[in-house]
């Protein structure tokens, strides 16, 4: 058995428009790094966290990491492990982009590793559900589900709970820009509306089962026509600087569509190459600096490992 590890976990895209709470995918990059170390001692520490600015809690009951980490001991029966994590983000915290996910699964996936992988990525799941309901009120695992598995993953549903790992365009690249305006996650989830229409909720239905569609057959113009949200994009893109602008010039730059990366304010544009992404991103920022929002950007194939050990 290792005394120590290094892992990376990466950052998701989750909804991917019209999925909202049941749909995401993993990209490359950014991502955040867990070092975790076995002390022989009780009980866990947080010795260091970087890259947060100084916003995230060293409190393990208050830490997703840690908190996340304490109800995995508790299950294997082992719950006083002395454990020391160190956590380094390597992505902006609120930022749409599934940042305390990709701590909770960097966590998740090293105690699993120091105890010989007891439990599958798949099973990790409930308890990376537990950091985000600590995160921002609710257990939703379209962010930790595509983090722990890579690739696109579909939650059929949460009770009980059914995770389907979903195939897509070999070809397929996502173009993400993050303008610098912070969006927390539960205000972000608190100011949608809980009554939806029945024709409404028709729309939604048949945009999801589109995309899934188009996934499963490899068709670009399905997934992009199936990237339209009429339930949740009208109200939080108010949050986000000129989101339809930025729609507009996506689209004209070549996105097969385009929308907002989890609870934003990231955006996220799907692309059939690389060059196409790139280009999305420029002009993205380019927009932005003009009207004074410093942004950063992100491009990157679709993830399809999940967690890694770096050491
Ligand atoms: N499905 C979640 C939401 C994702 O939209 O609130 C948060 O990143």
Redesign the pocket.
């Known amino acids: 058995m290792r005394e120590s590890i290094k892992v990376f976990a990466p950052a998701t895209v989750?909804?991917v428009v019209c999925g909202?709470?049941v749909l995401g995918f993993a990209v490359n990059e950014p991502g955040d790094e867990v070092i975790m170390k076995l002390t022989g001692g009780s009980g866990i520490t947080i010795t260091k966290i970087t890259g947060d600015e100084g916003r995230l809690p060293l409190d393990p009951k208050k830490n997703t990491v840690s908190a996340s980490v304490q109800h995995y001991l508790n299950h294997i029966g082992k719950p006083d492990t002395g454990i020391e994590i160190e956590l380094h983000k390597k992505m902006p915290i609120g930022s749409?982009l599934?940042s305390s996910s990709a701590s909770t699964v960097a966590g998740l996936f090293a105690v699993n590793n120091l105890f010989d992988s007891l439990l599958t990525n798949k099973e990790l799941v409930p308890f990376a559900m537990k950091g985000e309901e600590l995160a921002?009120g609710y257990g939703?695992a379209?962010?930790v589900a595509p983090a722990l598995l890579g690739g696109f993953v579909l939650i059929r549903s949460y009770e009980p709970l059914d995770i389907i790992s979903l195939p897509h365009p070999e070809d397929l690249y996502a173009a993400i820009v993050y303008p610098e305006v912070d969006v927390p996650?539960k205000d972000?989830?608190q100011m949608i509306r809980s009554k939806v229409l029945l024709k409404d909720a028709v729309t939604q239905w048949g945009n999801v089962a589109g995309l899934v569609s188009g996934l499963f057959l490899k068709d670009h113009d399905l997934i992009g026509r199936s990237m339209t949200d009429i339930l949740?994009e009208p109200t939080r893109s108010i949050l986000i600087p000129d989101f339809y602008k930025m729609r507009s010039l996506a689209m004209k730059t070549g996105a097969i569509g385009f929308g907002i990366s989890?609870?934003g304010p990231s955006v996220f544009a799907l692309t059939k190459d690389e060059g196409t992404a790139r280009a999305i991103t420029q002009k993205l920022q380019q927009h932005l600096k003009g009207i004074g929002i410093n942004s950063l950007s992100f491009v990157s194939s679709v993830n399809k490992k999940g967690p890694v050990i770096l050491d």
Do not use: E, F, L, Q
């Open positions: 989750a909804n909202y709470d749409g599934g921002c939703h379209d962010n996650t972000a989830r949740v989890g609870s």
